[in-house]
């Protein structure tokens, strides 16, 4: 199995400032089709899994332009560019490019 | 507006059987490849079972192989995720979601537990 590997495992960034979490995976996750299905999730205390991006970079709808994803082969980031009080809870990165699936430890932010 | 909605969690006894229903509203549901995903209380996520629009076609991480079943019935936009044999580290919340990731169920919580 494809292990993702998320750092830090916690952040706590000030109010307006940057935040970045690092994803690696133990081998590429390009996918046999050219395409690199590399997902982000927020979840929120108390909430379901949110995607924010999907294939390294695509932004969901409603997400907002203060987060970016990038990256490719095994190595993907997520940035916050100023961090929000809305911001708290956990992010997941996940690999859909061989199965089975899998996804990142988790990385807890917090606000301070 | 998409909506994912399961239901059948609870307790249950280790060995025993439990089936988590996924009723589907918003999106055309034949059309969709569906999935399942668990996350133990406090801990990180696992894909857990993939099916096809059909339901021909059924995926599962070796560690999930025999022991969880997952179907569909199209006529009644519901995706369903048998459980059996059931074990204490199986005690999770179990989401159901679209194949794309993108919309989620509120999730159920299934508790193993003598």
């Known amino acids: 199995d494809v292990v993702m590997t998320q750092s830090p495992l916690s952040l706590a960034v000030t109010l307006g400032q940057p935040a970045s979490i690092s994803c690696r995976s133990s081998q590429s996750v390009v996918n046999s089709d050219g395409d690199t299905y590399l997902n982000w999730f927020q979840q929120r205390p108390g909430q379901s899994p949110r995607r924010l991006f999907y294939k390294v970079s695509n932004r969901d709808s409603g997400v907002p332009d203060r987060f970016s994803g990038s990256g490719s082969g095994t190595d993907f980031t997520l940035e916050i560019s100023r961090v929000e009080a809305e911001d708290v809870g956990v992010y997941y990165c996940?690999?859909?490019?061989?199965?089975?699936?899998?996804f990142g430890q988790g990385t807890k932010l917090e606000v301070k | 507006e998409v909506t994912l909605l399961e239901s059948g969690g609870g307790l249950v006894q280790p060995g025993g059987s439990l089936r988590l229903s996924c009723a589907a509203s918003g999106f055309n549901f034949s059309d969709t490849a569906m999935s399942w995903v668990r996350q133990i209380p406090g801990k990180g996520l696992e894909y857990i079972s993939a099916?096809?629009?059909?339901?021909?076609?059924?995926f599962y991480p070796d560690s999930m192989k025999g022991r969880f079943t997952v179907s569909r019935d199209n006529s009644k936009n519901t995706f369903y995720l048998q459980m059996d044999s059931l074990r204490v580290e199986d005690t999770a919340i179990y989401y159901c979601l679209t194949y794309s990731l993108k919309s989620w169920g509120q999730g159920a919580l299934v508790t193993v537990s003598s």
């Open positions: 996940m690999q859909g490019s061989h199965w089975p699936y899998t």
């Open positions: 099916i096809t629009t059909s339901g021909d076609g059924a």
